[in-house]
């Protein structure tokens, strides 16, 4: 097998060993030269492959080279490399971007005046640290840049020797820290606004588990159960409840059900350390830290509040019972007057006096009613109008209309009036109905033949406003009677009692009978009561001086 040189030197030599051996003027034969020639052609091949091969790698080394720069330069963290003398050396781009300035202004710069103040003694202290242990210390640094600007940095420290080897430079990773140290601060100002509404809160509160388990309590908790916050947070929900233990499981349940942020109000009984009992008013409801619900219960003692409604419904009895009396007395008292006209009347012979003692006794009638109603009812601040308006028609029908087949409808529906709007609703009826009554059917019969005679009261409500209609379908008030100037006293009754007293608007409907609409509006609000005037106590009588 003929031997191939892979060496040019080793080519070099064997020409020169040819040569000599046949001296400076023998030429080489041809197959020498041959060889010769062939294998300068192998060789030149073989190096022209290495040579490919070295290229390609030198391309490779130089794209490695590229790719080591990016990540170098472009790296998420800062890379700088500070010398013995605390002086800049090395910086990648994201660290001359943490450091606020160009990397021509960073080189042979002290890395101290980029510090804040109170990092500078942090700082020195770690690079002697990492050069005495030998090992990565890692510390947080506040950076002030030449905006006067602040950044907060993580820095991890370790020192190495210098290439000259007789001294040592330190090589620093910077991480931007700045978003979790402003969450940092603002999770700590939260748990700050969280602890101190917990420390000010008048309420006990208490966070537990699903289970029950009290995972959180505050100040007023340990005083008002006289438990310590030890005791508590080893104890159960129920521990304070032992009523409810039956239900626990139904509890339990109850809780698993709520979805985060549903919360429900319900009063118990508390159990403190010392067995006393004292009802509560609990707030409760599901929260979500993270990704786990919890139970958070506002508990407020309300003793007081329970002796207070005690002794205000025991105060509210008492005027009940005194209110009711107050009717009782005031119809009494109506009834009285009824009877001295009726045995007046008795006595009286002129028709025209009598009828006008007639009417002042249905009118008194009217007011009295209101009382009665009051007095029967359990409601002592309104009545049912719908009631009241079935027994006035009812004692109107038997004192003027007995012998006259007139039809009665009254319409209230669901209203009810307080006092001082019942009793002049009632008097501009009573008037109304009186002189229909007397007047709309002087034949006994309806006008135009049509159906039988017909008095209706209709009341009802329009938002704010009340409508009081009254109506029949009688002969009609003549033409020459105008409703505001007329010499009638019970029409000027009711213009003077809707109009003054009740502040409202009478209209006159003469299309086919008579039909009066009164509307108002109260002015008081509806549901309040009427304020009660206490006569003064008289002074104590004391020695004359």
């Not at 080189?107 to 005046?113: D, K, M, V, Y």
């Not at 500078?120 to 006067?148: C, H, Y």
């Not at 509006?521 to 008289?538: C, D, F, G, Q, V």
């Amino acid at each position: 097998m003929k031997k191939i040189y892979r060496s040019f030197d080793e080519l070099r030599r064997l020409a020169e060993d040819l040569v000599k051996e046949r001296g400076e003027n023998d030429a080489l034969s041809r197959m020498d030269m041959i060889e010769l020639v062939e294998e300068v052609r192998i060789h030149q091949a073989e190096l022209e492959i290495q040579n490919e091969e070295l290229r390609r790698g030198q391309e490779e080394i130089s794209l490695l080279h590229r790719e080591y720069e990016n990540l170098y330069e472009f790296a998420p963290c800062g890379y700088v490399v500070v010398g013995s003398k605390g002086d800049i050396i090395r910086c990648n781009l994201t660290g001359t971007t943490l450091l606020g300035a160009h990397r021509g202004r960073l080189l042979n710069r002290t890395f101290g005046n980029f510090l804040a103040w109170e990092s500078r003694n942090d700082f020195f202290n770690a690079l002697k640290e990492a050069e005495n242990n030998g090992s990565v210390k890692a510390l947080e640094l506040k950076l002030s840049l030449d905006d006067d600007s602040f950044l907060w940095v993580r820095a991890d420290i370790q020192a190495h020797p210098a290439p000259d080897n007789r001294t040592m430079e330190w090589r620093l990773t910077l991480v931007d820290i700045s978003e979790q140290k402003k969450a940092k601060v603002e999770l700590a100002l939260r748990e700050e606004k969280y602890h101190a509404l917990l420390d000010q809160s008048l309420d006990m509160i208490f966070l537990h588990d699903l289970k029950g388990d009290f995972l959180e309590v505050n100040p007023e908790a340990i005083r008002h159960t006289g438990y310590s916050r030890d005791e508590l947070l080893a104890m159960n929900v129920f521990d304070l409840h032992p009523d409810r233990t039956e239900r626990k499981s139904e509890i339990m349940d109850m809780w698993a059900g709520w979805r985060p942020g549903e919360s429900t109000t319900i009063e118990l009984t508390h159990l403190d350390k010392h067995g006393r009992k004292y009802p509560v008013e609990i707030n409760t409801g599901k929260v979500r830290f993270g990704h786990k619900d919890y139970i958070l219960a506002a508990v407020r003692d309300i003793t007081v509040r329970k002796q207070n409604y005690e002794a205000l419904q025991e105060s509210l009895e008492e005027k009940e019972v005194l209110l009711r009396e107050v009717h009782h007395r005031v119809k009494n008292n109506l009834a009285i007057i009824t009877t001295l006209l009726q045995m007046e009347l008795e006595e009286v012979k002129d028709s025209a006096a009598a009828a006008v003692l007639w009417d002042l006794e249905n009118r008194i009638r009217s007011i009295a009613l209101v009382h009665e109603l009051l007095y029967q009812k359990g409601n002592l601040a309104r009545i049912d109008f719908q009631d009241y308006l079935d027994t006035l028609l009812h004692d109107l029908r038997y004192s003027l209309g007995e012998g006259k087949n007139i039809r009665y409808i009254a319409l209230a529906g669901e209203i009810r009036l307080g006092i001082d709007v019942a009793i002049p609703c009632g008097m501009i009826i009573n008037e109304l109905v009186t002189n229909a009554i007397k007047y709309a059917f002087p034949d006994g019969k309806a006008h135009g033949g049509q159906n039988g005679p017909e008095i209706s009261v209709k009341v009802r409500k329009d938002n704010d406003h009340y409508h009081i209609v009254v109506a029949d379908n009688g002969v009609g008030i003549p033409e020459e009677i105008d409703l505001y100037n007329t010499q009638s006293f019970g029409l000027r009754l009711v213009r003077m009692i809707g109009k003054h007293q009740l502040g409202g608007k009478l209209e006159l409907d003469r299309a086919s009978g008579t039909r009066v609409i009164f509307t108002f509006k109260p002015r008081h609000k509806e549901n309040s009561l009427p304020e009660i005037a206490h006569p003064a106590l008289p002074p104590l009588a004391g020695p004359a001086n």
